[in-house]
């Protein structure tokens, strides 16, 4: 008798439980729609940032030479420079090492210029360090 009711008990927490986990499920799908709605916000948020973009070029001609001078563009510029002096400093004929382009005529006024591979020139970093202290010119 009391192993039958028992028995009886079992099955209808059982059914209890599974309706909980119907309910969970539910709960669920809610939640997700929720995160759903989220990310459309998000996106919608990104817009309005994306409208803000302006505001990075503001940063001023510093913020344009850096993009620049982090650009696929410069980087090709360079490596040619580098190529066509064979990776020897002009200066002090120190072959490899720490190389940088160096721009015979200013980056910042000779905009045409930026790319020119004829307006570059290979140097260690102590030389074109020092190409800029004589020259006074920053970049
Ligand atoms: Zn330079
Ligand atoms: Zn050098």
């Known amino acids: 008798m009391l192993k039958n009711e028992n028995y009886r008990m079992k099955k209808s927490l059982a059914l209890k439980?599974?309706?909980?986990s119907k309910l969970h499920k539910k709960k669920l799908s809610i939640a997700k729609t929720g995160s759903i709605?989220?990310?459309?916000?998000?996106?919608?948020?990104?817009?309005?940032?994306s409208g803000d973009k302006s505001h990075f070029w503001k940063g001023g001609i510093t913020k344009?030479?850096?993009?620049?001078?982090?650009s696929v563009e410069y980087d090709i510029w360079r490596t040619s420079v580098f190529e066509r002096d064979n990776y020897i400093c002009q200066e002090c004929k120190q072959v490899g090492g720490n190389l940088e382009a160096h721009h015979i005529k200013l980056f910042s006024k000779y905009i045409k210029l930026r790319f020119d591979i004829n307006n570059g020139i290979t140097l260690c970093k102590k030389c074109h360090k020092l190409k800029h202290i004589i020259n006074k010119v920053k970049t």
């Open 17 to 20: 439980d599974r309706n909980k």
């Open 37 to 49: 709605a989220s990310i459309k916000t998000r996106k919608k948020m990104s817009i309005v940032h």
């Open 64 to 70: 344009i030479n850096y993009l620049i001078r982090n």
